[in-house]
């Protein structure tokens, strides 16, 4: 709705005289404020009355702000603010709140102002750019700490959900890039080279480290533990190792690294394979990071009939012993660049010891300098053709 079609005089002259007979003392336009200087009454009685009828309307910023008082507040501390800029151009903007009912009472001046000199006679232009100026220079200081607004945002109640639709978000267009990458790969688009190959599996690995964060971070929003409300099915646990190392390999040899893999001596299995594929893969991307020359391997040993041990080794720097308290921590600080952890917030472990966790197991880590990290846990997995499924 435009504003011309809301400011009828009598209507909105009622309306003001009741808010202001209920706000208390503030005034939104003080008439002992700024004179207008070089800006002709008209123009300068149009600002007043946008002013004014902004106050009217706080309806329409109704979810920014307590009551009316507060929106009184604002558009009085507004209005002053583009009342001195547009008469000197030395207003002290440091009083107006940088927030989201700011933003949107200055809208709502802007825009009546603008249909308001549109009903006067031709103003001249130099004093209508003036004023103009002068909101605009009053919202670029309330667009101007978008850091603080996204900070407030994200404590708010609803923060939580704000990281898990962003997360989302990235992850539906990652699994197209994964998705194409892997239908060039294998040539279902047209032969390709072996160096194209090569780099078609550099941007799969990285879509699927991308897509896996994503993942990470909507899993931790969520507890991590849904796992334990899914029933165990029959899988191959070979199927599972050789698909993380088919993943990593582009990594791996970007950096001149050798994966190696140990399947166990009996193949099928009863668990919950994505889970374990999730954590096997965040565990061998995470040693490939931080393994300058080497090897990773991942093996699965059976220790008895039913158990599997899973573990992930590095011949890599080492975990350093300030580290290792906060390691499964996540969003933790790291204290120096290039400190041990799976990201920069640490989520991968985190999750990973979630999912391990659901799984019914601990993860586990043995580091030192010179032998470099093995992360292990042990799975309770019966033989598939022994389990019984209702």
């Not at 207008?36 to 009828?53: E, I």
């Not at 879509?207 to 165990?232: H, K, N, T, W």
């Not at 193949?267 to 990773?296: C, I, Q, W, Y």
Request: aromatic residues 6%; glycine residues 6%.
């Amino acid at each position: 709705m435009r504003p011309e079609t809301l400011l009828p005089a009598s209507s909105s002259g009622e309306r003001r005289r009741a808010a202001q007979e209920t706000r208390g003392t503030i005034r939104v336009w003080d008439p002992d404020g700024p004179a207008a200087g070089s800006v002709s009454p008209p123009l300068w009685d149009a600002l007043r009355d946008s002013v004014l009828w902004a106050e009217t309307e706080w309806e329409r910023v109704v979810e920014h702000a307590a009551g009316p008082e507060e929106a009184t507040a604002h558009l009085a501390l507004l209005s002053a603010a583009i009342r001195q800029e547009a008469s000197d151009n030395s207003s002290d903007l440091s009083a107006v709140p940088r927030n989201a009912l700011s933003r949107r009472l200055l809208g709502l001046i802007r825009a009546a102002f603008v249909s308001r000199v549109r009903q006067l006679p031709p103003p001249d232009t130099a004093q209508f750019l003036r004023v103009l100026e002068a909101i605009e220079v009053v919202g670029q200081h309330l667009e101007a700490d978008w850091s603080q607004h996204f900070t407030d945002r994200l404590s708010a109640p609803d923060g939580l959900e704000l990281v898990v639709e962003v997360a989302h978000d990235l992850r539906s267009p990652l699994t197209s890039i994964l998705f194409l990458a892997e239908t060039l790969q294998r040539g279902r688009s047209g032969p390709v080279s072996p160096v194209q190959e090569r780099q078609l599996g550099l941007i799969y690995s990285a879509a699927f480290g991308l897509s896996s964060v994503a993942s990470d971070v909507i899993e931790l929003a969520r507890g991590g533990d849904r796992l334990v409300d899914l029933d165990p099915i029959p899988f191959s646990v070979t199927d599972i190792l050789e698909s993380v190392r088919d993943i990593v390999q582009p990594i791996a040899e970007e950096k001149n690294l050798t994966v190696r893999v140990t399947a166990p001596e009996v193949d099928f299995r009863v668990g919950h394979p994505v889970a374990l594929s999730r954590v096997l893969l965040n565990l061998t991307t995470n040693a490939l990071k931080f393994t300058a020359e080497g090897s990773v391997e991942v093996t699965a040993v059976s220790r008895n009939s039913r158990c599997i041990e899973f573990s992930v080794r590095d011949t890599g720097r080492g975990i350093p012993p300030q580290s290792m308290a906060t390691l499964f921590e996540p969003f933790r600080r790291r204290q120096k660049p290039g400190e041990y952890a799976f990201s920069g917030s640490g989520l991968g472990l985190s999750i990973c010891r979630k999912l391990v966790e659901a799984m019914g197991s601990v993860l586990q880590v043995e580091t030192a300098p010179g032998y470099g990290t093995r992360f292990y846990f042990v799975l309770d997995l019966p033989l598939a053709g022994e389990a019984q499924f209702g």
